[in-house]
């Protein structure tokens, strides 16, 4: 196989794994900001709060880390319920700084609280043989975990995709998004939509959190180090838009992916240049409402 083709399927090939990552983490964002207008930068603690419950089940229980993520999405589901109505919707009309404040607050809360007991060395957990190594696809071979990234994320998507348009759940989310006081006119409960659509999300940001301890590694730090890729993603794909936070997890992880790999020293570099030019030409995102 000619080099430089190889390297394109090898960019490609880790650019689809990384946009896997970001679309599970972040779609549950989009929605939630989508549907109540509520900025919440604290998305990212619960995404590495899920994580580091995956490290406590693995290398404390010893289970393995399938079902290790699973415990811990549903866990900071769960968690995350108690969170919006007690303290989350006292916020709702208040205004976006105050928003702003009360969950920067939270992430850096949870930054110091993880730090203190799980210190600031990244972790890992043990991976399942059939994780481990590559996989050999015929024409080459790709690394395992990064293949199941990209199975698993193409999954999600497909369920996702049949409970927002085919079900009425998923109705009653896109009407709620469109437009609020027209949906609660018409006798959905939004509060309650609300609180179903924040714990699914809240437990994907943690299974993303899982997914990327072998990934990208977990330190305390990552619930503010990616939150910014978290809200560019849902600002470039347009909030409450399942398709549009698709298509720039893709946009945004494939760009950043060969970005690095061409240009080392860019960095970021490459992200910011694609959220800028496409918010100059589509302000709202991709496929936000105007």
Do not use: C
């Amino acid at each position: 196989m000619p080099h430089a083709l190889n390297d394109f399927i090898s960019v490609l090939f880790d650019g689809l794994a990384y946009a896997m990552f970001l679309f599970i983490t972040s779609v549950g964002l989009s929605v939630t900001m989508g549907l109540m207008g509520f900025v919440n930068l604290a998305h990212g603690a619960f995404a590495m709060a899920g994580g580091f419950i995956v490290v406590s089940l693995a290398r404390t229980y010893g289970i393995d880390f399938i079902p290790a993520l699973v415990i811990a999405s549903v866990t900071v589901g769960l968690i995350s319920v108690r969170f919006e109505q007690r303290l989350y919707r006292r916020f709702y009309k208040s205004t976006d700084l105050e928003q702003v404040l009360l969950t920067i607050g939270l992430a850096f809360m949870s930054i110091a609280a993880f730090t203190y007991f799980y210190g600031p060395i990244p972790k890992s957990v043990p991976l399942p043989h059939w994780l481990q190594g590559d996989v050999n696809l015929g024409f080459r071979t790709f690394p395992t975990y990064r293949a199941f990234l990209i199975v698993l994320g193409a999954v999600l998507i497909a369920i996702l995709w049949f409970v927002f348009e085919k079900t009425n759940i998923g109705a009653k989310i896109r009407a709620a998004v469109d437009n609020r006081r027209m949906a609660e006119s018409v006798g959905i409960n939004v509060d309650r939509l609300f609180t179903l659509t924040f714990a699914v999300g809240s437990g994907l940001a943690a299974l993303g959190g899982g997914l990327a301890i072998q990934l990208l590694g977990l330190t305390p730090s990552f619930a503010l180090l990616y939150l910014v890729l978290f809200l560019i993603v849902v600002a470039v794909g347009g909030m409450g838009s399942l398709k549009g936070t698709l298509l720039a997890a893709l946009v945004i992880g494939i760009v950043d992916t060969g970005g690095k790999y061409l240009f080392p020293v860019a960095g970021t570099f490459f992200i910011y240049v694609i959220t800028v030019a496409v918010l100059l030409v589509k302000p709202a995102g991709f496929f936000g409402r105007e």
